[in-house]
């Protein structure tokens, strides 16, 4: 029998260790993604409670039909997660699940192609090691459990990548458009696409031409596909760039913001630029190799987005991709496909002020670099030095799970948390005014979110601070007013306060009826 076993094993290892580490990258970023992050936070609400208007009704928060790209907060807020979350709202209704269902099955689908792209342009060894990586990776780890829109960029970037080669090597017209039909969706997935697309796709069309993979009239075509898929962003692009009123058609609205967006584009032939330019770089530099920008959603201090210790594997893979002696070697097509995805996004980082979700684009061809360069160590050296390395990564792996996993990061560290309880219990009083502390960021998304608010009645009475910034602060909707809560404005009559725990000696004097949840008070003035 264990003969039998031992045969079986040797005979499909590598069938095995795929089946492996699929299930355990899947897993890993799918399991209780409900509580962990702890909470929703302020964008996903937003998205979610988007979503659910415009499943209910057809409009967004704003009173919009169908929109191109929300106004959201003021300055807008991408759509396509937005999108992708209406048909799990549908299934189990509007809860942080329904929201964060559409990248964890992203993330997961990114792993598959991936493994395929890799196997596509190199061979099955380069596929299991470079799935192995991206498996568990931090940074898409930690991307696929939460459901911020603009995380949905690199991974249709990737679906983009792999149909274009596919239909290259294949000849198949079928992959190779839709592949630009991916590329235009991308552009709703996260504003840096507009910058992105253009100096991607184009020089890519023009080496294919060069190298007569494509003729022009098929590069044409190719243009034409994502111009008309992003037609909509491209005149919701010049509205609120030049100040233009939104487009209402009976089929999709494309809005005007509170706030010009696009200002720093106008900005590039300004003074400053430069100036702005060579800060955005040097910032964008220092997180890319410290891999840690101060928020811990992102990345955990001292492990880092790709492990801190890949830096060493991702130089010599970018060495490598430039010694074209090794590459045919290796029998590894396709790498001014990934030379040119890592310049573009290094211009990127010229032009926004980094975080790493607004760098997110790069760590695929990070990724990418640093897996070949995994490769290359591997096949030059001995047998042991390549149990040494995956033993070095599964310890990484297993240093990361309990980190991330903890309770106290969980619960100190990333969103507001435990307001879904106090919203509900709240939510039923219609008779009495409640007051919400503004020491809550944005505290109006939850409400709306976790009370399923009618978006009419909300876009009906909704009352701004400041109604034309781009990130408009909510007086009042409704019976729920957001205020700093002080001991000069409580008021003696039947009111109800929402307040954090640090506020509670405000009202100890007061006689009231106090209700305590994990992190908040409800106070109930008599």
């Avoid at 990548?161 to 997935?189: C, D, E, P, Q, R």
């Avoid at 920008?293 to 991702?314: C, E, Q, R, V």
């Amino acid at each position: 029998m264990m003969e039998k076993l031992k045969k079986f094993f040797i005979k499909n290892k590598y069938n095995i260790f795929l089946f492996i580490i699929l299930i355990v990258g899947i897993a890993i970023r799918i399991i209780n993604i409900k509580n962990f992050p702890n909470a929703l936070n302020v964008d996903e609400a937003s998205a979610g409670y988007e979503a659910y208007s415009i499943f209910k009704t057809g409009f967004d928060r704003n009173g919009n039909f169908l929109p191109v790209y929300l106004v959201a907060w003021g300055s807008g807020q991408n759509v396509l997660l937005t999108y992708l979350i209406i048909p799990f709202i549908s299934i189990i209704g509007l809860n942080t699940l329904s929201v964060r269902l559409p990248m964890a099955i992203a993330g997961c689908i990114s792993l598959f192609i991936f493994y395929l792209l890799l196997k596509q342009i190199g061979n099955k060894k380069l596929a299991i090691i470079g799935l192995a990586f991206f498996a568990i990776c931090p940074w898409h780890i930690l991307k696929s459990r939460w459901g911020l829109e603009s995380n949905l960029f690199p991974d249709f970037i990737l679906f983009f990548i792999y149909f274009l080669i596919k239909g290259l090597t294949t000849k198949k017209n079928i992959y190779y458009y839709i592949s630009f039909i991916i590329a235009g969706i991308s552009a709703y997935s996260y504003g840096t696409s507009f910058f992105f697309l253009p100096i991607f796709i184009i020089p890519i069309l023009i080496i294919l031409i060069i190298k007569k993979e494509i003729t022009i009239k098929k590069a044409i075509v190719s243009l034409l596909i994502v111009t008309f898929i992003t037609l909509p962003l491209i005149l919701f692009v010049l509205i609120n760039t030049f100040d233009l009123p939104q487009i209402n058609l009976p089929f999709m609205t494309i809005p005007r913001l509170t706030t010009n967006r696009y200002e720093e584009l106008s900005s590039i032939f300004s003074a400053s630029f430069l100036q702005a330019s060579i800060l955005n770089f040097m910032q964008s530099l220092k997180i890319l190799l410290l891999q840690y920008d101060n928020l811990p959603w992102n990345a955990i201090k001292g492990i880092g987005t790709t492990y801190i210790f890949s830096i060493f594997f991702f130089i010599i893979g970018l060495f490598v991709s430039f010694k074209k002696n090794i590459l045919k070697k290796f029998e590894i097509k396709y790498q001014y496909i990934f030379k040119l995805f890592f310049i573009v996004s290094i211009l990127l980082m010229i032009v926004c002020e980094p975080n790493i979700n607004r760098l997110n684009i790069v760590f695929i061809p990070i990724i990418y670099f640093t897996v070949l360069g995994i490769y290359f160590i591997i096949n030059n050296n001995k047998i042991i030095l390549t149990y040494l390395i995956g033993f070095i990564y599964i310890l990484s792996f297993l240093i990361f799970i309990p980190n991330y996993f903890k309770q106290d990061y969980n619960n100190y560290y990333t969103f507001e948390n435990d307001l879904e309880e106090v919203i509900q219990y709240v939510s039923t009083i219609k008779d009495k005014e409640i007051y919400i502390t503004n020491k809550i960021k944005e505290p109006y998304i939850y409400v709306l979110f976790y009370s399923k608010y009618s978006n009419k009645d909300f876009y009906k009475t909704v009352e701004y601070y400041n109604p034309n910034d781009g990130l408009r602060q909510v007086k009042h909707f409704g019976n729920y007013y957001f205020i700093n809560i002080n001991e000069n404005n409580i008021k003696k009559d039947s009111v109800i306060y929402i307040i954090k725990k640090e506020d509670l000696n405000l009202f100890k004097n007061n006689n009231c009826k106090i209700k305590e949840f994990k992190n908040y008070f409800i106070i109930e003035n008599k």
